[in-house]
């Protein structure tokens, strides 16, 4: 079983700093992209910023310039660096892991199972 867990979330005032991390774990090979989602009451979840294992990125134009994510490949990790936080910027944080390759017999799998983490709230007050 693959698993992700999301920390770091909690209460900050506007113009404040958090920072997110998201830990795969199990036995894993490898992990094509990694991202981070949000969702706040009553909103869809929304893409907020995603790397490839090459260190690519893709950001939500409501956090560029804001928001940094980075990932360490050898320890299945990936981190958003939060700055200049927004009270808009309130929601559950979710860690999502696409292209997960699993061992399996003679080489590696794709693995099928639940990809996404439990989500950690950020509450950004004004």
Known sequence: ??????SGGGLVQAGGSLRLSCAASGTIFSIDAMGWYRQAPGNQRE????????GSTNYADSVKGRFT???????????????????EDTAVYYCH?????????????????RNW???TQVTVSS
Do not use: C, F, H
């Open 1 to 6: 079983q693959v698993q992700l867990v999301e």
């Open 69 to 87: 994510i980075s990932r360490d490949n050898a320890k299945n990790t990936v981190y958003l660096q939060m700055n200049n936080l927004k009270p």
């Open 117 to 119: 983490g439990q989500g």
């Open 47 to 54: 893409l907020v910023a995603a790397i490839t294992s090459r």
């Open 97 to 113: 892991a696409d292209g997960i390759r699993v061992p399996s017999y003679g080489g590696s799998s794709w693995y099928l199972g």
